[in-house]
């Protein structure tokens, strides 16, 4: 065999003889290795047996690859909510823009609304927009509180006390008015345009506070009805009665907040007509009242009721004074204050 592999003869880069047809061996380009006739790739190094490239590195298959970016979600993310809506303006912003620089102009704003800004975010509201010298803020969204529209109206209220306090130009005061209303809205990214849209709240709870803060006089706060009844007796009011507001078929009852209370029952204030029969919650009062027994057996006990915002926590405690009214007993109620720090009004 040798012999005739010896004697097959072809012209260069021959693969197979000319004379006997036999296969002629290989050499690689890149290493000079004497591959069969059949070999594809070289059996030293892997480079092609056609074209003689040099292999692909080990690690070819585990190259670093760019990942396509995230695309916008298809569908709407806008839901119906729950939320204490706040628009708050500068009052006399265009006779300003009369007497002012429009740079000075611009810092007076800023300042103005930074002020708003600093006590709206104290009580975990969001700034939504500042719409030309105004703030409109939303308490509820995107995080809910059981107390929100107690939020809202102490941060007006915070709002009226530090807006006067602020000197952004030689000669100017500031002023503000509010309006905060309450009720379900949808919100969210409403277009689904991106940014300038995802803040939007659309419904009559919105409308409702615009129109309240152009009907509120300078340093005042005013609040619809619905916001009223949430925070009931927590503030005293002056009763403005109906008011006519465009875009409102019925006149709508508003009521300008003068400050906090002296009320202690938070609970209480937001129920001065009265609470709705406990109903299934028969279990739970029971274990309650077999801890009383055992109280006053010598047998100490601890009760906590945690849970969500909203599910009768209060209206379950309140039960149970009730039924220890005819029981000697000492009560002690204890309340935290939604303000985060001393300086605020409260």
Known sequence: MSQLQGDCAGGAGARFCEQCGQGQPHTCSSCGHANSATAR???????????????????AKHRETTLPLPTAPTTSQAERRQLTVMFCDMVG???LSTRLDPEEQRDVVSAFQAACAEEIKRLDGMVAQYLGDGVLAYFGYPAAHEDDAERAV??????????????????????????????????????????????AAIGETTNLAARLQALAEPNTLVVSPDTHRLVGALFEYRDLGAQALKGFAEPVHVRQVLRSSSVENRFEARHQEGTTPLLGREEELDLLMRRWQQAKRGEGRVVLVTGEAGIGKSRL??????????????????????????????
């Open 41 to 59: 790739f070289c059996a030293h190094c892997g480079a092609s047996a056609t074209s003689g490239a040099a292999p692909a590195p080990s690690h």
């Open 93 to 95: 912003s265009s006779a």
């Open 154 to 199: 102490r941060a007006g209220l915070a709002i009226l006390a530090v807006v006067p306090t602020l000197a952004p130009a030689p000669g100017v005061s500031v002023q503000a008015r509010i309006g905060i209303a309450s009720g379900v809205v949808v919100v969210g990214d409403l277009v689904r345009e991106g940014v300038t849209q995802e803040n």
């Open 317 to 346: 405690t309140r039960a149970l004074q009730e039924w220890l009214a005819a029981e000697p007993h000492t009560g002690m109620l204890y309340h935290c204050s939604v303000i985060a720090h001393p300086s605020a009004s409260v």
